[in-house]
């Protein structure tokens, strides 16, 4: 791959040379700001994205602009190097046509085809209007070859550039279970229900259901309270969240205070995290009729042991608070007789990924738990040349979507900085995005999210063109 001049110019000759006049910047807003306001109505009058999609070509059309529309409704735009710039790295914007979201797209849209439209300094350039957030994954891949430098506009945060999305793995428990004749009669349900909002990728934020009753009978199995176990279900899948879980217990009738203690005990701090009086949010203890069958002592204390040893949540923070990894236990089910369990590990960081399935091998081993592993969405990371050096060669070289420097990242910071004066601010998140199915397209990219807002319109447009025209500042000088 090409690689992006370094920034060794001084400040002052980088802003003389490519700063907009305030006639050209007049210029710049009146055109965004009106195209804005066209693609905002045409997105609000269309009935499918396919409207707004025809709506682009025909711009694009009038515009005299080379573009395309594929069968899943995405547009893209292809416009040839600028003189001058025939060796300069090419370049590919991306925008989601969502018509849920008629604000951010009008934004990203109007600044993509201002850039495509109207910039003079530029190698060969790419404009992708896709019509899902997962587009990216439908165009054909030939639109993603030979670009050096990938920018998504769907990030819409103000000073801030997407350089990092998590990845995952899920994995699988189907364990044979043991059954025998209860010992005990008195029998309890204890059920756990939260709002179906809560997100898995919002688990750390919230007890799991599942875990949060696996830690109520470890508390009571140290406290010696006899118990067995009959029951267990909930939640639907690996990478859900779990709103509702319930679990059947028989207690020695000599523990029934004690056990009564210890769930009343947990109920008050259910409450006290979530509020006594909000409707949405249920922890139930209540008898239920005596069940013939319940599993086996050995597999209780596995299960539990399990349960309470299990990464769940919050699995890493680093130094500045930032969570880099979470787990979610999403499902438990004995119905069919067997235990049956899903888990879901997110990572920000492919080693840490790495260092959490060793981790989960441990413990499903001390547990006498079997399981399979099938890996997801790969890890998406970004590293600059000003962190890199905290990471391992190990760990960078590990993934194929890792590299030591993004110099895409660096250039436009240069261009951020001098335009506002301010530092960007660089973020990882753990939901899939357009960078990561980028990625995962065409590894050899350098790629970033560039956030955006309605507020900042001309000044962002003016970083992405003086970036732009940066990439022949050698030539140029």
Not at 436 to 461: C, H, W, Y
Request: proline share 2%; aromatic share 10%.
């Amino acid at each position: 791959m090409k690689r992006i001049i370094s920034f060794i110019i001084a400040a002052v000759f980088i802003f003389s040379l490519f700063a907009c006049s305030d006639d050209t910047e007049e210029q710049i807003d009146t055109y965004i700001h009106t195209h804005y306001d066209e693609i905002y109505e045409a997105i609000c009058a269309a009935d499918d994205v396919s409207d707004v999609s025809d709506y682009i070509l025909e711009w694009a059309d009038s515009s005299g602009i080379k573009a395309l529309k594929d069968s899943s409704s995405n547009v893209i735009m292809s416009s040839d190097a600028t003189p001058g710039y025939e060796d300069a790295e090419s370049t590919a914007f991306q925008c989601t046509i969502d018509l849920e979201n008629p604000e951010h797209t009008s934004l990203s849209v109007s600044i993509a085809s201002y850039i495509i439209s109207e910039s003079s300094q530029h190698g060969f350039l790419r404009v992708i209007f896709t019509s899902s957030p997962d587009g990216i994954a439908k165009i054909s891949r030939s639109h993603l070859q030979n670009i050096d430098n990938f920018i998504s506009l769907d990030w819409y945060e103000k000073s801030e550039l997407l350089v990092g999305s998590a990845g995952n793995e899920y994995y699988s428990i189907t364990h044979e279970l043991e059954w025998e004749a209860p010992s005990y009669t008195k029998a309890y349900e204890i059920s756990v229900y939260v709002p179906d909002d809560i997100k898995s990728a919002d688990t750390y934020l919230h007890k799991n259901p599942i875990t949060y009753i696996g830690d109520i009978l470890a508390r009571a199995k140290s406290s010696n309270i006899l118990l067995e176990v009959a029951g267990f279900n909930g939640g639907d899948s690996a990478d859900t969240y779990p709103h509702r879980v319930s679990c059947v217990i028989l207690v020695n009738q000599n523990d029934i205070s004690k056990i009564t203690r210890s769930i009343n005990a947990a109920k008050e701090e259910f409450d006290h995290m979530y509020g006594a009086d909000d409707s949405e949010y249920f922890f139930n203890f209540t008898e239920v009729e005596t069940p013939d069958k319940v599993i086996s002592y050995e597999d209780t204390a596995n299960l539990i042991s399990f349960l309470y040893t299990c990464i769940d949540g919050t699995y890493l923070k680093d130094d500045a608070g930032e969570v880099i990894a979470i787990a979610n236990v999403g499902k438990i089910r004995t119905t069919s007789g067997n235990l049956e369990i899903e888990i879901c590990a997110s990572s920000k960081s492919s080693a840490v990924l790495s260092e959490m399935n060793s981790e989960f091998d441990t413990i499903c081993g001390l547990c006498d738990i079997s399981y399979s592993v099938k890996s997801g969405v790969p890890v998406w990371e970004n590293r600059t040349e000003t962190d890199s050096e905290s990471y391992s060669e190990a760990e960078t070289l590990e993934n194929g979507y890792i590299t030591a420097s993004n110099e895409l990242i660096d250039a436009i910071d240069v261009q951020i900085k001098e335009i506002t004066g301010k530092e960007s601010r660089k973020v990882r998140i753990f939901d899939e995005t357009a960078c990561s199915e980028a990625a995962k397209r065409n590894p050899e990219m350098n790629i970033v999210g560039f956030g955006l807002t309605k507020d900042d319109m001309l000044e962002q447009t003016e970083i992405l063109i003086n970036y732009l025209a940066s990439l022949n500042m050698q030539d140029l000088s």
